[in-house]
């Protein structure tokens, strides 16, 4: 499945970047290395690069949820316990997503 350079949610743009060496900065500690990270500031999924190629399917949809969260205004449940829920919800749907639907995107307009 190719994944898009751009997708809309709700109304709003997002786009897909693609980085080398990809990290999120844990306030509590050192930058952690990620497969994707969902940059709701900018409204931009990031992939690593160094990802196999059947890995960034599963990866870009998990990243796809939250964004999706996002815009439905339910992202970023309180506390760590919420992100944690946060987490096992995208991973739960991409999941099935990934292994039940074969997904066509919509042009954007």
């Known amino acids: 499945m190719r994944i898009p ?4 949610i709700k109304g709003k743009l997002w786009s897909v970047e693609y980085k080398w060496n990809l990290t999120d900065k844990d306030p509590g500690g050192p930058p952690q290395r990620m497969d994707g990270l ?4 900018r409204r931009v999924i990031q992939l690593d690069r160094a ?3 059947e890995e960034k399917w599963p990866v870009f949809l998990h990243e796809y949820v939250h ?5 439905a205004h339910i992202s ?4 760590p316990a919420g992100d944690y829920i ?5 991973e739960a ?3 099935a997503f ?4 074969h997904v066509r995107w919509k042009r954007k307009r």
Do not use: M, N
């Not at 969902?38 to 500031?41: A, D, E, G, K, Q």
């Not at 990934?98 to 639907?101: A, D, K």
């Open 5 to 8: 350079k751009e997708f809309i």
């Open 86 to 90: 946060e987490e096992v919800i995208c």
């Open 98 to 101: 990934v292994t039940s639907f």
């Open 76 to 79: 970023g449940l309180d506390g």
């Open 93 to 95: 749907l991409a999941d």
């Open 38 to 41: 969902c940059v709701v500031s």
């Open 67 to 71: 964004a999706v969260l996002f815009e």
């Open 51 to 53: 990802l196999p190629k």
